[in-house]
């Protein structure tokens, strides 16, 4: 889906600085209010345990919740404790908080507030929770401090600002931080487990990638131990993150490594079939993929020939082979004949004859398609039928192409159980083992 398509993507013509952070508040604040998990689970994170079950135990006949940002503190009922919670990139340390002096506090506006049980009539528990958020990791504890000040000086006019800190703040007052990582951990626990009941919710959705967006490291870490190969996003971004950087692909729409020691091929893909009965991690690599890189290959032999077994770690793996002769024009890729030694009369197909003969560009004003076209149908048995394989009267003879480019490649993959990748992957903070491993496949 596009990202246009995020709910949360207001497109304000207000200073980007500002707007960001206001955007990333009131996605905040939707996703609390309309995902009733989201907004228990922040809650247990945030309250502590005795005050947490206050709130249960209320008497719901009289109790409420409610949400809003950009609220003039002066206008928030007195509760019986205040939350003061950071939302920024940094941990706020909680001990400082309250070590603040007293500043000039005029109008002091919250970002985010949640107030519990807050009517006058109730006699339930009554908290307030106050949220200063920011895009990033600058210090939030003064203006949390005038804040919270301000909600109990504008409540007594003979509030005695020494008095309160040394006599009743600690008790009135309790310091939360609940940093942006914390949050994505909180929203992606929520988020698994609505998926596993097959319950998504579009707003939890909109508001990771929101965020998640705006900065990846916000994103929660777990190790492959300890995701199930049900969780097929999860797997892929550790596996992305495992990656050096200096092998990273310059694309976000596959996974891989760039295979910069050789000249044969440019990069190792990495496919998942988690889906399967038995999950799969697929390692593919796509030698000869342009004429530049099969002469590397076709110059060496008359007839390549491809190892059919890799040692990775001690551990034999079969390679599978096939073929890929590859369409492309303007170094875009078109279409494609993917076959194996079944599909032929007659075998070899790639050897260095076809291949200074047939390979690279080829014109359709003299017979170079009419030559490529007898070529196929002497090598590939009847019933493969190759011209439907690659779509060839509509992509290239009925196209308004007058050339293109055709690659005698490889297609060949490994599979590797989930299970075994799952054992070099076991500590959320270390992905060194991990990374050793696809090192090892990459060589």
């Not at 694309?251 to 490594?257: A, F, I, M, T, W």
């Not at 369409?327 to 875009?332: A, L, P, R, V």
Request: aromatic share 12%.
């Amino acid at each position: 889906m596009s990202k246009f398509m995020n709910m949360f993507r207001f497109y304000a013509n207000e200073d980007k600085k500002y707007q960001l952070e206001n955007d990333l508040t009131k996605a905040l604040a939707v996703t609390l209010q309309e995902n009733n998990l989201f907004l228990f689970k922040a809650l247990e994170d945030l309250l502590t345990k005795d005050d947490f079950k206050k709130i249960i135990n209320s008497d719901f006949s009289t109790s409420s919740i409610e949400i809003s940002i950009q609220r003039d503190t002066k206008t928030i009922s007195k509760p019986d404790k205040v939350y003061a919670i950071s939302v920024s990139e940094n941990e706020l340390d909680i001990n400082s908080l309250l070590k603040h002096s007293e500043g000039v506090i005029n109008t002091e506006i919250t970002d985010l507030v949640i107030e519990i049980n807050n009517s006058e009539t109730t006699n339930n528990f009554k908290v307030a929770l106050i949220f200063e958020v920011k895009r990033n990791n600058v210090n939030t504890s003064r203006q949390l401090f005038d804040q919270v000040i301000s909600i109990f000086r504008s409540k007594d006019d003979e509030f005695d600002f020494d008095q309160f800190i040394i006599n009743e703040a600690e008790d009135l007052i309790q310091v939360k931080d609940w940093s942006w990582q914390k949050v994505m951990s909180t929203a992606h626990q929520i988020h698994n487990f609505q998926q596993l009941m097959q319950n998504k919710s579009k707003i939890l959705e909109d508001f990771i990638e929101l965020v998640v967006d705006h900065n990846q490291l916000w994103k929660p870490k777990t190790s492959l131990e300890q995701t199930p190969a049900t969780f097929n996003r999860v797997i892929k971004e550790r596996i992305k993150l495992a990656v050096p950087e200096a092998f990273r692909l310059n694309y976000s729409d596959r996974n891989g490594l760039v295979l910069n020691e050789v000249s044969w091929a440019n990069e190792l893909i990495i496919y998942d079939y988690l889906a399967k009965e038995n999950p799969t991690i697929q390692f593919s690599v796509y030698p000869a993929n342009t004429k530049a890189q099969g002469q590397v290959i076709f110059n060496k032999s008359e007839n390549p020939i491809i190892k059919k077994e890799l040692i990775i770690m001690g551990i034999p793996y079969q390679v599978e082979v096939n073929y890929h002769l590859k369409f492309s024009s303007f170094q875009s890729f078109f279409t494609s004949i993917d076959f194996n030694e079944n599909d032929l009369l007659k075998d070899p197909i790639y050897t260095r004859d076809n291949f200074k003969k047939y390979a690279g560009r080829r014109l359709r004003n003299n017979n170079d398609w009419l030559e490529v076209q007898n070529f196929f149908d002497q090598y590939f048995k009847p019933e493969f039928d190759w011209r439907k394989k690659c779509n060839w009267q509509n992509k290239v003879i009925g196209s308004n192409r007058s050339r293109f480019d055709l690659s005698f490649s490889y297609a060949c993959s490994i599979n590797i159980d989930y299970k075994n990748l799952q054992q070099h992957d076991t500590d959320v903070d270390d992905l060194s083992k991990l990374t050793e491993y696809l090192l090892a496949v990459k060589e």
